[in-house]
């Protein structure tokens, strides 16, 4: 994990989206200016497991509920 130097965000890597969404900069920018982003090894805190189950990108359920969506719409047609 890498924490921004900025906001001290936890991130696989540090991106130019989040450079530019969150504090108006380019990664080059921001490099220059604070530095590289710190790599952090986590421990398993709360504070990190809830960062993990934040960040998941698609659930079971949310997968479920669209392939219903779908199958609806099928039996429709």
Known sequence: ???CPVCGELMEILT???CMAK???TKKELVEK???PKYVSPT???EVQNWIRESTII???DFDIAQAAV???LRRG
Request: glycine fraction near 4%; hydrophobic fraction near 30%.
């Open 1 to 3: 994990m890498f924490q």
């Open 16 to 18: 130019n989206y989040h």
């Open 23 to 25: 504090h108006h900069l």
């Open 34 to 36: 604070y530095g590289a």
């Open 44 to 46: 398993m805190s709360r």
């Open 59 to 61: 659930t079971r359920m």
């Open 71 to 73: 199958r609806s719409q």
